[in-house]
């Protein structure tokens, strides 16, 4: 009898191979484009990304589940796009590694599945699963990242994707740009709400000055954004000490009550030179009271990178805090990184190396991580 984990792989051939046998199809005319658009065919691009990781030293920030040596594949996803001349667009993305903590049996799962109508441009519609406009650096794609991981308050305080709708779109020549939707709010992957209600996320970015073009390039944008649900049992950190149940003895950490958050962001780029700086905060307000009837969580990160060769080598610097419980004393982690990137052929191709100095409230010492990453991109 096949196991769970033979059932997954195979599942995984089929809809690898499903994938790559409609695009054959589509290229050669086949059978297997069954819905045709009226008059005109769709356009279709499969593609794909690697990225095969190595972290060595101590364990980190509380994101790593522990100090062991380890090579591993950090994400490792393919992905379908197209487009209707009808002016409809559509992504699907399936991942087949995608976390940073230890994990086993790895599996396929969606992260992206949406359509897109895009008939104006200051007004595009968009349903299905997709990430949420409350972040700058999470909404930042993943490959073009300029440090192997995000920072730690992105990771905690963002919505990441979820299923939901949104309209958004470009004004004023592209200088400024909106995103306003409503998400089911409980995480990725879940195709049901919680508790009937919706998540609102929010962000309006803008560019008050911008001069030259190419590699003489210089600008100014700013950000901000801001979401708010009231969730039911919602899986969260251990490091917010959420309890739903209070009469137990240990802490469940899910959350049942009302948060709200905000962010603010902005981004200088001078040439070879770019500087990123983002601060967000969420309230929760847990129906338990627990551990407080109040939660304030908070954090942010200065980034600065520069290009000692041209568009192939890159010095990074980056100071990132986060704390969980800004009222429950010395909670947070200070997170300093010293980062190399080198371009092979941009972002299709690169080596990123990263030292990490984490200095974590529930650690005796600070500790010494060592990233390395190779990306390719197809």
Request: hydrophobic share 40%; glycine share 10%.
């Amino acid at each position: 009898m096949p196991t769970f984990r033979s059932a997954c792989c195979i599942s995984t051939l089929l809809v690898t191979g499903l994938l790559l046998a409609f695009a054959a199809a589509a290229q050669e005319g086949g059978g297997l484009v069954v819905v045709k658009p009226a008059g005109k065919e769709p356009t279709l691009t499969l593609g794909g990304l690697l990225q095969v990781q190595a972290d060595f030293g101590d364990r980190g920030d509380a994101r790593f589940t522990d100090g062991n040596d380890r090579f591993y594949l950090r994400r490792a996803r393919l992905n379908a796009t197209g487009r209707f001349l009808e002016e409809f667009d559509f992504r699907l993305e399936i991942d087949l590694a995608g976390s940073l903590s230890n994990s086993a049996g790895l599996r396929a799962q969606m992260t992206d599945g949406y359509i897109n109508w895009n008939r104006f441009a200051a007004a595009n519609i968009r349903a299905g699963q997709f990430k949420t406009p409350f972040g700058f650096e999470q909404l930042y794609s993943d490959p073009r990242l300029i440090t192997i991981e995000r920072s730690m308050v992105n990771d905690r305080l963002t919505l990441s994707r979820q299923i939901g709708a949104q309209v958004g779109g470009d004004l004023a020549d592209k200088r400024v740009s909106y995103a306003l939707g409503a998400f089911n709010g409980n995480g990725v992957n879940n195709n049901f709400n919680d508790n009937g209600k919706f998540t609102w996320v929010g962000r309006l970015s803008g560019i008050p000055w911008q001069r030259g073009s190419g590699d003489g390039a210089m600008s100014w944008s700013v950000g901000a954004n801001g979401f708010t649900s009231e969730d039911t049992a919602l899986a969260e950190p251990s490091e917010f000490r959420l309890d739903s149940t209070p009469a137990t003895a240990a802490a469940d950490n899910l959350f049942t009550g009302k948060r709200r958050g905000a962010g603010f962001d902005t981004e200088i780029l001078v040439g070879p030179f770019e500087l990123w700086a983002e601060l967000l905060q969420v309230r929760w307000e847990p129906d338990s009271n627990r551990p407080r009837p109040q939660l304030d969580s908070g954090g942010w990160y200065v980034q600065a990178s520069m290009f000692a060769v041209p568009k192939k080598l890159q010095f990074v610097a980056k100071y990132e805090t986060f704390d969980p419980d800004r009222d429950a004393g010395k909670d947070e982690t200070n997170t300093g990184t010293l980062g190399l990137n080198y371009y092979i052929k941009g972002h299709d191709l690169k080596l990123m190396l990263d030292y990490m100095r984490v200095d974590a409230a529930d650690r005796p010492s600070k500790e010494n991580k060592m990233l390395a990453r190779l990306q390719v991109i197809f």
